[in-house]
Structure formats: structure tokens, C-alpha cells
């Protein structure tokens, strides 16, 4: 069976400082992979989708960016972390775009 | 724009209480729509998929329903462990089929015993 791991669970982080948040996927090969920012009391916004290695879609302008060096790994990077940054970040993967996707745990990011 | 509106925000229900939640939505053509359950603290878990007005899907004591303008999930006979915020997600359709889910802000529902 198919299973998405996301770490870390809590992460907090300094103004300015550096971000990185791994996603990996297994059980499955050539996933649709997402990263989700889902705020207090808000719905889920699409961050970046890819289709494959090294194909990354950014769906808002914003201060992070993502890559996807192997087919089942996908992460999210900021280079200088702002307050607006902080938020729920959650991972997910999906057969192909019109399918339903699956969300790994999802992490607690604060940035102070 | 596709737009995903959820009602009510918030539900208290008590147990053996049947109700509803409300999923409107506006895409310029839809490919799915798609029900979540999500734990505090916790990531989205799958519920249904639903494509085509008429449809329905059952799974315990929920079950989804879907028209052409909205969805709507029903409760029969809830209990305290159905306690969670439940969200609608659309898939649109456009001629390059490259579109990701587009997410409600979700109905929290609290089950009392």
C-alpha cells in the first residue's frame, strides 16, 4: 500500500533563517506530488504541484519554492523565512490530477 | 475564478442528531468533487469522489450527494468519534486537464454525547 511520510511534525524557525521540508512517498511510482499551506480556521492553498522530477507549478507568488530530485520526494525551501511564512504545511500525492490526492500529517511551522 | 463555499462554518450536533453539510461551488467545468476529513493537528483524510450530478457515495453514517451548483454530506445518527472539520474540494476541468483541487475552508463539526 501507498504510504507519505512528512517531517518535521513542529518546526520553529527565526526570521531569516533557512527552510527545508522533506515529503517522500512510497508504494507507488511517478505520484502527482503537492505542497499545501493550510492557515487557522482557513482552507487548503495549493502551493506548487509536480508531475515529475524536476517539473515544479507555483501556484502563488511567495517566498518559497520547491524541488523534486527523485520521482518520491518532494520539498519545500525558503531561503530567509518571514512571520507570514508560519502556517500548517502539508504534503500530498495523487495518481494523476483528476484523482482524489492523499495528505501526509502535515507540518506545524512557526516562524518567530 | 473557481470558488469552493462551505456552510455552516461551524455545527454542534448531539448524538443520533441527523444533519447535513453544504458544499457550493463555481468552476468553469467540474472533473470531480472531492470529500475530506481532517483531525485537529492532522492531515486530510480521504472520504469521497464524486464526478457526475446524481451520484452518490455512503461509507458508515456519511454519505455524499452531488448536483450541478453543490454537494452535500450527510450525517445519519452521528456519533462523538465523527467529530472533525470536513472539507469540499473541486477538481475543474480545462482543456490542458492540468488543474489541481481547489479547497472549501470546511465545516467543523462537534458531535456531544
Redesign the interface.
Known amino acids: 500500500s501507498q504510504t507519505i511520510h512528512q517531517w518535521p511534525a513542529t518546526l520553529v524557525q527565526p526570521v531569516g533563517s533557512p527552510l527545508s521540508l522533506e515529503c517522500t512517498v512510497e508504494g507507488t511510482s511517478n505520484p502527482n506530488l503537492y505542497w499545501y499551506r493550510q492557515a487557522a480556521g482557513r482552507g487548503l492553498q495549493l502551493l506548487f504541484y509536480s508531475v515529475g522530477i524536476g517539473q515544479i507549478s507555483s501556484e502563488v507568488p511567495q517566498n518559497l519554492s520547491a524541488s523534486r530530485p527523485q520521482d518520491r520526494q518532494f520539498i519545500l525551501s525558503s531561503k530567509k523565512l518571514l512571520l507570514s511564512d508560519s502556517g500548517f504545511y502539508l504534503c500530498a500525492w495523487s495518481v494523476s490530477l483528476n484523482t482524489e490526492a492523499f495528505f501526509g500529517q502535515g507540518t506545524r511551522l512557526t516562524v518567530v | 475564478e473557481d470558488q ?1 463555499t462551505q456552510s455552516p462554518e461551524a455545527l454542534r450536533l448531539q448524538e443520533g442528531e441527523s444533519s447535513s453539510l453544504n458544499c457550493s461551488y463555481t468552476v468553469s467545468g467540474l ?2 468533487l ?1 470529500w ?1 476529513r481532517q483531525d485537529p ?6 472520504l469521497f ?1 464524486l464526478y457526475s450530478a446524481g451520484e452518490e457515495k455512503e461509507k458508515e453514517r456519511l454519505k455524499a450527494t452531488l448536483t450541478k451548483k453543490e454537494s452535500f454530506l450527510h450525517i445519519t445518527a452521528p456519533k462523538p468519534e465523527d467529530s472533525a472539520t470536513y ?1 469540499c ?1 473541486v ?1 475543474p476541468a480545462d482543456k490542458a ?10 465545516t467543523r463539526l462537534q458531535v456531544q454525547p
Open positions: 469552493v472533473r470531480g472531492f475530506y493537528g492532522k492531515g486530510p483524510e480521504f469522489t472539507l474540494a477538481q486537464g492540468r488543474r489541481a483541487l481547489t479547497f472549501g475552508s470546511g
